[in-house]
Structure formats: C-alpha cells, structure tokens
C-alpha cells in the first residue's frame, strides 16, 4: 500500500484546520475524504506485520490526533493507574520496582517468631542477586529506624538473613 499523505501542510490544502497537536479543529470540505484515510490507516495498522510498517501507521496516525497505544505502552497505564490508587489508600511498595501492595504480592520473610518484613515484591525477590536483596532488606531496616526508633538486633539479623538464603535457594543458585 502506498503511504498516505496525511502531514499537516497537506491536510491544510485538503481544506482542514488543525492545531499543533495535529488534532482537527473543524471538518473541511474534505472531512469525509479525511475520516476515510483514518480508517484505512487503522485497518491498515491493524492488518500489518512488520513492527516498522505498524510504527509508520502509528505516526501518520498521530499527526491526524489519533493515537494507537502499543502494548507496552497499555500496560505501562494499567501498572500506573493501579500504583496511583495504591498509593492513595495507603499501601506501600516494593523498595526496588515502586510496584503497590494493593496488587502485587509481596515476598515475607521472617525475622523472628511472630514479625516478617517485606521490602520486595516477589518478583525483584527472585530476579535480583542475594547480594541486591540484602541491601533492599537493610534499607527497610534503615526506614523503620528513622520512622519508629525501630531497630533489629543481631539475631534478628541473621535470621532473615538466612531466610532469603533459603528464599532463593527453592527457586534458582544465589
Ligand atoms: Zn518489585
């Protein structure tokens, strides 16, 4: 398919106005011509195969003030709404990805008989080195201690310590 034309100094010839964001302030005498190479584009888009021709369509889209959002780009929004909400009601978060605990689930380690922590969701838990969790660990220690006068004693420590040692050995090599 040929590309369509569809820059602002061309649609400005075709008789539409439109702003600096490519939006259409008033339908031309061409608007249904327009609204026809939208859809085509659209469909175009939709039928597309190869990341660059989508990438084109995307933009020629965006010039007319229509935007196609990618996949990321939707759950980039999904993730941001649910953090955002999160955030309002109070939850807080993994120390290392910002993700709430409104959705996402943590990973508890003990560090006595009836008290666990969890600075980490699940996932940085896994993914990251034993060395990169323990910092995650000391400073949610370093927190409570400005928060509350909070502070863990020796045995404490080594129990959690010891705690994610064995967190990560049941799923991958520290
Ligand atoms: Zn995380």
Not at 29 to 50: E, Q
Not at 109 to 116: P, V, W
Request: glycine share 6%; aromatic share 10%.
């Amino acid at each position: 398919m040929k590309p369509l034309n569809l820059s602002l100094k061309n649609l400005a010839k075709q008789g539409l106005q439109v702003n600096s964001y490519g939006t259409i302030l008033e339908r031309g005498r061409d608007g249904t011509a327009f609204s026809c190479k939208v859809k085509t584009l659209i469909r175009h888009y939709n039928s597309a195969r190869k990341e660059s021709v989508k990438e084109q369509c995307r933009k020629e889209l965006e010039k007319c003030g229509v935007k196609i959002f990618t996949e990321e780009e939707i759950e980039d929004m999904k993730k941001y709404i649910k953090n955002k909400t999160g955030d309002l009601l109070g939850y807080s978060n993994c120390l290392h990805c910002g993700d709430r605990w409104n959705w996402k689930s943590y990973h508890c380690t003990r560090f006595n008989d009836s008290e666990s922590m969890f600075p980490l969701c699940e996932e940085c838990f896994q993914e990251l080195p034993y060395r990169e969790v323990l910092k995650y660990y000391h400073k949610l220690i370093q927190q409570w201690e400005c928060d509350y006068g909070k502070s863990l004693s020796t045995a404490e420590i080594e129990c959690f310590e010891k705690n994610i040692r064995r967190g990560k050995e049941n799923t991958r090599e520290l």
